[in-house]
Structures are given as C-alpha cells and as structure tokens.
C-alpha cells in the first residue's frame, strides 16, 4: 500500500491546487481553511471515502463501510462557497437481508463556508463555514445530518525562496456525539515547491490522527487529490473545474 500511495504522489506531481475535496470546497483533506476558490468556479467530482472517514452511526449489517461522495459546489462571489453534495450508503436492497447488498440509498447535505477577513501581508484570512448545515432537527431523532459541524478557521501563507508555506489552524464542532473524535483545534502546513508550483502536499492533524497527502489540477479544468487517512487508508478523488463566468 505505502508503494502504490508513493507511486501515486509521483504522478500526481506530473500533472494548480488544492482542496477539501470530499465536499467541494478549499482546504486540506479532512479538515477546512480559511482559503477560497476563483470566483465563478463550479466544482464537480466525486471522492473515494474509507470507513476510517464514516461517521459511526452510517453502517452496513453493523460495521462501517468504504463508501463514495458525489458533489456540486460553486465560488459566486469571493466571500462564499457553497456545496450540496452527499455520501453513498451501501445497505440491503429495500433494507430486505435476503436482497443483494448494494449503494441503494444517499445521505445528502449542503455545506457553506464565508470568508470574514482576506489573508495579507499582516494579517491571516479567517472564515467560518459548516457542512450539513440545513436538514432535520439536531435532537438526533431523525437519524440524519451525520456530518453536521460548524467551523472557524484562520489561514496564512509565507514565501520563502519561492517556495510556498501555509498554516491553518481551525476550530470545528460536530452536532453529533459520535463524531466528537474529530472535534477541536485541528489543523495543518501545505507546501508547494518552486520548482513546480502547481503542485501542493500537506500534513494535517484532524483530531484523531495525522493525514498526509497531495493535490494538483491539470490544464485548469481537472483536480486530483490522493491522500493517506492515519498513513494508512487510501482517501482521494477528481474534480472538474467549470468556469461559469
């Protein structure tokens, strides 16, 4: 696995950069920044999700499983993103045991995030976002918004020698008890090299472990993202970048 994840840096680094991709937006892996998108960008992908990245209530017979999320987002304006997007959930065809297993059913969220403050030479860019933001109600009878948190973020970036350094550091909470294992500062560094500048890696620490990974677009128009969830589990994805204006 570590030989194959090596080999797909490597091609990665072949093919500008970067995102939170598994919902749309601007930021790391799993954890958001205070970064945004070219205004008048929609975004259309779809990310690979190992169960290491599931909330533990969203299972199959009892166990968690590798699923896949789809998503739209789009930068109208500087200041905002805004997705809808949602994660595939493997069950039992018409939730019958003796019926073939399959992505019978989705679980579907929009998410948000607003840029209060734009990075400068003095000072760090702040946001404050949320995904899952709208749905059922939050007492968890419902059984739905298993990805519901809100975040605030502050990033900053530094140039040395042409070479690119980011920090962010963001605050998140999440609604629901069972994904308190993500909640808290969290936080990461990017860095793109001069010698090619499209290309981003990153360390991050989502409140439960330390991801690393790589991001890089092709001819403008093609986002690709692999990472290793606890330097174990294969997490990435493709995005289409469509200029709306």
């Known amino acids: 696995m570590s030989r194959f ?17 598994y919902i749309g937006f601007e ?17 259309v992908g779809a ?21 896949l ?3 739209l987002s789009i930068t109208p304006f500087k200041w905002i993103e805004v997705g809808y997007g949602y994660t595939l959930w493997k069950m039992h065809k ?23 403050l734009k990075e400068n030479k003095w000072w760090p860019s702040v ?18 918004n298993y990805y519901r948190n809100s975040f605030a973020s502050l990033s900053k970036h530094y140039s040395f020698r042409d070479n690119i350094f980011g920090a962010h ?19 990461g560094v990017t860095f793109q090299p001069s010698f090619y500048r499209p290309l981003r890696t990153m360390v991050e620490w989502d409140g439960n472990e330390v991801n690393i990974g790589a991001d890089c677009r092709l001819f403008k128009y093609l ?23």
């Open 5 to 21: 994840f090596f080999m797909l840096m490597l091609a990665v680094a072949t093919i500008q950069s970067g995102a939170q991709q």
């Open 27 to 43: 930021g790391m892996i799993h954890v958001p920044t205070a970064d945004m998108d070219t205004v008048g960008i929609a975004r």
């Open 47 to 67: 990310h690979y999700l190992p169960k290491r990245m599931m909330p533990d209530k969203m299972l199959y017979d009892g166990e968690k499983f590798n699923s």
């Open 69 to 71: 999320t789809n998503y």
């Open 94 to 116: 018409n939730l019958d045991k003796k019926n073939k297993s399959g992505f019978y059913s989705k679980d579907r969220y929009f998410s948000v995030k607003l840029q209060l």
């Open 127 to 144: 946001a404050v976002g949320g995904n899952d933001v709208w749905g059922s109600s939050d007492d968890g009878k419902s059984g739905s």
């Open 169 to 187: 550091v963001t605050y998140r909470h999440w609604m629901r008890s069972y994904n308190h294992k993500w909640q808290g500062v969290v936080g």
């Open 223 to 245: 986002l690709i993202q692999c990472a290793l969830i606890d330097f174990k589990y294969m997490n990435g994805g493709l995005c289409l970048y469509i200029p709306l204006i």
